[in-house]
């Protein structure tokens, strides 16, 4: 009864100290939540989308740990005009509710995503579906851009062939415009200069017959090689008659393992390097930097005809009658 009484008394008499009190609780509680760093033990990994409401932001960061207060992430956020960023973010140590959003106002880091040699713009596309970027290359010519690719090769070219293998970060506030114009800049820089080294044929010629060197040799030994075999069959007149050429629109301009049939060889088509001279209309994949080094310095030999084992290794042959005893040999069941 005593200890009520003496609550009631300062209340009564005091309101001041209790609104001191009170004041300085909160004070307390603003400059701990703020600057009192949690301790995040096993890396987090957050990802911030573009447009990501902070509301859900700060419950997410809240719910693993990252922070205290979403209450006060939302606060801060405001009263700084935070401009957070869209991207990848890892937290592993002691961070601060300050610490946690000078990350987020410097940004994350992207999505590393590896473009592997012979791919097709259709497989690079499905590629960058799994990290959730949206590209569709076929809306695209080269002359969409500005690239200086336009200097070299025919501005209406699709992207076909010009999609550069290599390693890139995307971020996830990146349109299909941003990275695009990444990767073609990307060709532009690392693998223009190679191509521009050669002496026979156009440029886009050089490209094709480099992505169709990419898609028929298996191992670095086999592609200066097989460059040679087909660049000699052009300059002959004799049709390229390669395999990839065909697969490539047989399976919807991606590759898969369905066999050619004696169909596939008769079919009209201006990929049908069997039943047409020259070659195909564009690149059938994107070729590695060795690929189009082939193209430039490829080795002369007596060879006229090649195939490619199950293991992936050429069998070469000088003659027709040699190439249908090594058909027999390495591709007969």
């Not at 207060?69 to 700084?80: A, C, E, G, P, Q």
């Not at 040799?217 to 395999?243: M, S, T």
Request: charged share 25%; hydrophobic share 45%; net charge positive.
């Amino acid at each position: 009864m005593a200890y009520e009484n003496l609550i009631q008394k300062i209340f009564k008499f005091y309101p001041w100290l209790v609104f001191l009190i009170f004041l300085i609780f909160i004070i307390f509680h603003f400059l701990y939540s703020i600057f009192a760093p949690v301790f995040v033990g096993e890396v987090k990994e957050i990802i911030i989308q573009p447009g990501e409401k902070i509301s859900l932001l700060a419950i997410e960061l809240e719910k693993e740990k990252i922070i205290r207060s979403s209450f006060y992430f939302r606060l801060l956020v405001t009263f700084r005009k935070s401009e957070i960023k869209a991207g990848i973010y890892r937290f592993n140590g002691f961070y601060s509710l300050l610490d946690v959003i000078k990350n987020l106002e410097k940004g994350g880091r992207g999505i590393k995503i590896t473009i592997s040699e012979g791919m097709t713009a259709k497989e690079i596309q499905n590629l960058l579906s799994e990290y959730g970027f949206k590209v569709n290359f076929s809306k695209y010519t080269l002359g969409a851009f500005n690239t200086d690719l336009v200097k070299y090769f025919p501005s209406s070219s699709n992207l076909e062939g010009f999609l550069a293998p290599d390693t890139y970060e995307f971020f996830p506030s990146d349109d299909e415009i941003t990275i695009i114009q990444e990767i073609l800049s990307n060709f532009s820089k690392k693998f223009l200069p190679e191509i521009l080294k050669g002496m026979e044929f156009s440029l886009y010629e050089r490209l094709i017959l480099a992505s169709i060197v990419e898609k028929e040799a298996k191992f670095k030994d086999d592609f200066p090689v097989i460059a040679g075999i087909l660049i000699k069959r052009l300059k002959n007149g004799y049709r390229l008659e390669a395999d990839a050429v065909l697969v490539y629109e047989k399976c919807g301009f991606i590759f898969c393992q369905q066999p050619l049939t004696i169909e596939d060889l008769k079919k009209d088509s201006v990929f049908n390097v069997y039943k047409n001279k020259g070659l195909p209309p564009q690149p059938i994949s994107n070729p590695g930097i060795w690929a189009i080094k082939s193209i430039n310095q490829p080795i002369e030999t007596d060879y006229w005809f090649y195939l490619t084992t199950k293991a992936g290794q050429a069998i070469f042959a000088k003659n027709f009658s040699q190439h249908k005893k090594n058909i027999e040999k390495y591709l007969k069941d």
